[in-house]
Structures are given as C-alpha cells and as structure tokens.
C-alpha cells in the first residue's frame, strides 16, 4: 500500500466559508476542553482521563452542526501530543500539549472519507457537512486510488485548501535501469547545476525577480501600525501582512514547481544521476558567491527530488563523495590541477590541449566517478 497527498485550491461560497470557519472554531473548542478535563482529572486523581468530543455536545449544542469526524480527530490529535510528551521511546519529547488559541493556532481540520463522504469531481470536492465545494483539480487522482482523508485549511493570506490523502497499491515495477544511460551535475549556485554536456539546469532566479516586490511590500508593512511589538496591530497592517504572505507563497510555490519539472524531466531521460554530495551549510558561505543565490536555487531539495523520483522508476541516484576532487582533475588525460582550488578560475586549461569550463569538467568527472562506485556495487553483489 502506497500513500499520496495532493493539495486542492478551494473556492467556497460565503456559506461554506462559514461553515468552515464553524468547524475550525469547533474543533479548537473541543480540543480545548479535553485538554482542560485532562489536566483537571490529573490533579484529583493523578490520571489523565480519556475524554471524547461527544461528551460536550450537551453543554455546546453548537458542536453538533460541525463534521463529528473532524472533531473526533482533533480528539485523535490530543492523544498523539500526550503521547509525544510522555513516550519512553522517542528520544526528543514534545512539551507538555498546549491550549490552541483563536488568534495564533491553525485553521485546519481532518475528515474521513466513509464511504464517498468524500469524493472529487472535475471541478469541485465533496465535503461531510459541507457540500460541493468549488476547487481546482489540478490533478484527478488514478482510478486505483482511495481517499483516506482531506484536511481543510485556511491560510495565513486568506486562501482554502483540501489536501487529500489517497491510498493504493503499488504495482511493482519491474524495470531495469539502463546503467549506461547517465547523467553527472555539479553543482552551481547561479543555474542549479551544470551538466556533463555543459547544459545549465535553469536560469530562473525566483527570488530575485520578486525580491524586490517582496522588499516594497515589507517596508510599507514596517510603516504601518502594528508592525512594533507593543503596538495594535491596525486593519491596514494585517491587510498588507496578507499580501507580504501572499508574495512569500508565491516565490516558494514557483520555486518548487520548477524544481519539481526539473527533477521530474532528469528522472525520465536518465537511469542514473551521478551528483556530488555536498555540504549545504557551508556552501552558502562567501566563498561560493552570493550566499542568497545558493539557498535560493534549493538544490538540497533537488536532490531529494530526484532521489525519490529516480527510485520510483527502479532508476539510481549516486552521490559521490565532496572530497573527490571533481573540479581539479583534467577528464582528459587526468591530471590534477590543484590551481582549480581557487574559485574564480572558471576555465580548466590542460597541457594536453583541454581548455572547458571547470563546471563541465567537473560534472564528467562526477559522472564517471558516480558510474565506477555504481558499477563497482554490481559487481559486489
Ligand atoms: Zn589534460
């Protein structure tokens, strides 16, 4: 059995919108008391009693206009947090679990599919309680595919989505890679990579190109009341909060897509990726440039792109250790240049007449190390 989630943009009328808002509140309610009953029974009797939602139903009639599923997974939730504070197990504990407040918690909530409570049409989600809701469907789950579940959410900039859970089973996949069929990167902070043929993996810079929106929304922000700690926070302040958020989202969101086609167009066209593990901490230091042009191209969570799509296809992702010394040796004849060391040297230049850029040298090189460790594995085996 196999998990996927897929995030749906939801378009409520003013109705649903209400009633999602009902059910967030609700929950947070329910979850409140429970946590409260909890901590009561434990000072009386040194145990912390096992309460359930529809224990409240009779005190707050409104409870009963909510999704119960939802309720009772928030019950599920508060089991998980008491069990996270006090398992012997895990070695890293969560606190003690903590009331949720109105203005700071989460708006999100979980429901089950029992049944087709839940289900997906070409343009809207049905919903427990809550009806068709108008949605994007970006992407129709396979006709094997279950839903489990759909957690609703509000986020911070106002926008309603429904991640959907499926279930299903995986076919196994009997394909053999093709283990001539390889590709060798090396990494670049301007282009995320650069390739054995010297191609640049992408020449978009997201954040650059919105950075200075993003910079003019949050001056204005910083104008406004509310900005400073002690202040109220003024109707204009959360107004231009919302589209600073929005701004944020938007470069994040663009960020990922790219490196989503990117990874994805890699893992088809190759059977094996040969890539230098690297030190992402230390490389956005001043060495390698501008230290925003390396967190920003995200090439650690490229790479774990790849990783997992490249498994799914029954396809490898080699890492080759950083202390090869990648950029140094001359494919050609092999020599070692140790002058490469220095970083703005960009252009390797050999005795035996090789004159190459040093990222595509290098990304050879990655490539035939990656396929002599990869090979050698078989060989092993
Ligand atoms: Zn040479």
Redesign the pocket.
């Known amino acids: 059995m196999a998990n996927k989630a897929i995030k749906y943009r939801l378009y409520p009328t003013t109705e649903q919108a209400v009633m999602f808002a009902k059910t967030f509140g609700c929950c947070r309610k329910v979850y409140n008391l429970m946590l409260a009953d909890k901590i009561e029974s434990y000072k009386t009797t040194g145990k912390f009693v096992t309460v359930t939602p529809a224990k409240y139903k009779k005190d707050y009639p409104y409870l009963k206009e909510v999704d119960s599923l939802a309720l009772a997974n928030k019950q599920m939730n508060l089991q998980a947090a008491f069990r996270n504070c006090f398992s012997k197990k895990r070695k890293k504990k969560n606190g003690f679990p903590k009331y949720k407040s109105a203005k700071h918690s989460r708006k999100s909530y979980t429901t089950n599919n029992q049944k087709g409570t839940v289900a997906i049409f070409d343009n809207n989600i049905k919903l427990p309680k809550i009806g068709k809701v108008k949605a994007v469907i970006h992407r129709m789950p396979e006709e094997n595919w279950l839903i489990k579940s759909a957690t609703i959410s509000q986020e911070s900039d106002g926008k309603y989505y429904a991640s959907v859970l499926f279930e299903f089973d995986n076919p196994v996949n009997t394909y053999v890679a093709d283990r001539t069929n390889a590709i060798g990167l090396d990494y670049a902070s301007d282009g995320l990579y650069v390739d054995n043929n010297g191609n640049v993996g992408t020449n978009h810079k997201y954040y650059r190109e919105s950075y200075n929106k993003l910079a003019k929304a949050q001056r204005k922000l910083s104008r406004m009341q509310g900005s400073k700690k002690h202040e109220t926070k003024s109707n204009n302040y959360i107004k231009q909060l919302r589209k600073v958020n929005k701004i944020h989202r938007h470069i994040s969101n663009q960020r990922l897509d790219n490196l989503h086609k990117i990874s994805t167009k890699i893992a088809n066209l190759y059977d094996v990726v040969c890539v230098e593990s690297l030190n992402m901490k230390s490389m956005s230091n001043k060495d390698f440039g501008n230290g925003k042009a390396t967190l920003d191209n995200g090439y650690g969570m490229f790479l774990s792109m790849l990783e997992y799509k490249l498994s799914e296809r029954n396809k490898y992702l080699v890492k080759v250790d950083k202390w090869f010394p990648s950029s140094q040796i ?1 494919h ?4 070692v240049h140790p002058e490469m060391k220095n970083l703005t040297i960009r252009t390797i230049k ?3 007449g ?1 004159t190459i850029s040093r990222d595509q040298n290098a990304a050879i090189n990655i490539m035939r190390e990656g396929l002599r460790i990869l090979n050698e594995s078989f060989a092993v085996a």
């Open positions: 001359c050609c004849c092999g020599e050999c005795d035996c090789l």
